[in-house]
């Protein structure tokens, strides 16, 4: 195997900047776990920037005079070799030496595509004390296989996301006073029209239909499902996979019901459930449970179904409406996990659940807001003994109070404001 095309600065000493990209906030929260032992595990969807964080961290160490040769970089995404014949490959051609006899910095990437990979990562990395492993995977490998507990102790797990707004609004050099929303309120929708469309993919902040389109749903979405995800769980139906994603698209939050899905695609109900697990294991779909204080109960409730990412709703579903998308926007954003539906039909979009405080959010995206849209807000706090609640809105700033329970209407481009009641 040709593993000096996966490390030029063997040679030259240094890594292209071609490679290292822009960093982003999240770097400087890693670079702190360089040095640790764990092995460090970045996950996340295709295209968000985990090799090029690699590719930065490479060029750190280098920068800090880490020998070129002690540092190894490997992508299973497209090779199909086994782990110890690239160890000793590396140890007889570059180290010259057993890899445990000096301080040794390893970077797999697309480690999903490594069979059996957390047993043998285990082994090299409790034969190895001197090593320090990074890896990363195009998906939620830590929820599956029982790598979690195959790992136990042994790694820090970072999820790497798509740029945020924030993060979007920086790269574009929008120059926008997040303290002074209103002043740049013209600035602020233009650009979450377009962060809505690109999804916060760094290669896509700048691309226009009918381009970007084909980039989300070639590069990513058929990527992962043609080919990603039936390497990893051998399956026998990967247009199933598409066919449920365009679904949740064609509807973001819809109610999900097995039942229901199984006599519209002729197909049986485990084989969907297992369907929408594997999408959920790539990133693709988020799973929302019905609130109840006792977890166990929300389980077994209802539960709505969003895509991930708003690109991915729009690039599947062009006519998607912006209430529809901004109530998936949010959903995403706050990384939602909860919303309500009572007996009586009374919803609430979010309950946003965090460090021990309930917050219920309502996405309403209509010209005029009135007492009548926050009504089930005020029942729910008053029935949960809670103080405040949030509501975003098109362009209606306001606060709707009832003895002494208080409910913050917010535009939705006011995107620091809500954060600010919000996280």
């Not at 996950?43 to 985990?50: E, N």
């Not at 190895?128 to 195009?138: A, D, M, Q, V």
């Not at 077994?300 to 969003?306: A, D, F, M, N, P």
Request: glycine share 4%; hydrophobic share 40%; net charge positive.
């Amino acid at each position: 195997m040709d593993l000096q095309s996966f490390n030029p600065w063997w040679k030259s000493g240094n890594v292209s900047p071609e490679f290292t990209g822009r960093k982003r906030k999240i770097f400087n929260e890693i670079v702190r776990y360089v040095d640790k032992r764990q092995i460090v595990l970045f996950t996340g969807l295709r295209r968000v920037g985990k090799t090029t964080l690699m590719y930065q961290i490479i060029d750190g160490l280098l920068r800090k005079d880490v020998k070129p040769y002690n540092i190894m970089y490997f992508s299973f995404d497209e090779m199909r070799y086994d782990l110890e014949e690239i160890i000793k490959q590396y140890e007889t051609e570059v180290l010259q030496e057993d890899i445990s006899k000096k301080k040794v910095y390893l970077f797999l990437d697309e480690i999903q595509k490594l069979e059996g990979w957390p047993s043998k990562v285990k082994l090299l990395y409790d034969a190895n004390p001197k090593l320090k492993i990074f890896l990363t995977g195009s998906a939620q490998i830590t929820m599956w296989q029982g790598t979690r507990e195959s790992l136990a102790g042994r790694f820090f797990d970072f999820m790497i996301k798509p740029l945020d707004f924030e993060e979007y609004l920086d790269f574009k050099e929008a120059g926008i006073d997040k303290h002074r929303e209103k002043i740049f309120e013209k600035d602020l929708k233009r650009h979450m029209a377009v962060f809505l469309k690109t999804g916060g993919f760094i290669e896509a902040l700048d691309m226009e239909e009918p381009v970007l389109r084909k980039y989300l749903k070639e590069s990513l979405l058929e990527r992962v499902i043609f080919v990603d995800i039936p390497q990893t769980f051998k399956l026998d139906l990967p247009e199933l996979l598409m066919k449920l994603l365009t679904i949740t698209a064609s509807r973001p939050g819809f109610y999900l019901d097995y039942k229901n899905l199984s006599n519209d695609l002729n197909i049986d109900q485990r084989t969907i459930a297992n369907y929408i697990s594997y999408l959920e294991y790539a990133l693709f779909l988020q799973k929302l449970y019905n609130y109840s204080p006792n977890l166990l109960t929300s389980e077994k409730k209802v539960k709505r179904l969003y895509p991930c990412n708003t690109a991915f709703t729009l690039a599947l579903n062009p006519q998607a409406e912006l209430p529809a998308v901004l109530e998936q926007f949010f959903v995403n954003s706050l990384d939602a996990k909860f919303f309500l539906k009572t007996p009586q039909k009374e919803e609430i979009d979010i309950i946003h659940a965090h460090d021990n405080i309930v917050l219920p959010v309502e996405i309403k995206i209509k010209a005029k807001i009135g007492m009548d849209d926050v009504k089930t807000l005020f029942k729910f706090l008053e029935k949960n003994k809670l103080k405040k609640a949030l509501l975003v809105t098109l362009d209606t700033e306001t606060k709707f109070e009832k003895e002494g329970l208080l409910i913050d209407a917010i535009p939705y481009w006011k995107y620091w404001s809500i954060r600010e009641k919000a996280i």
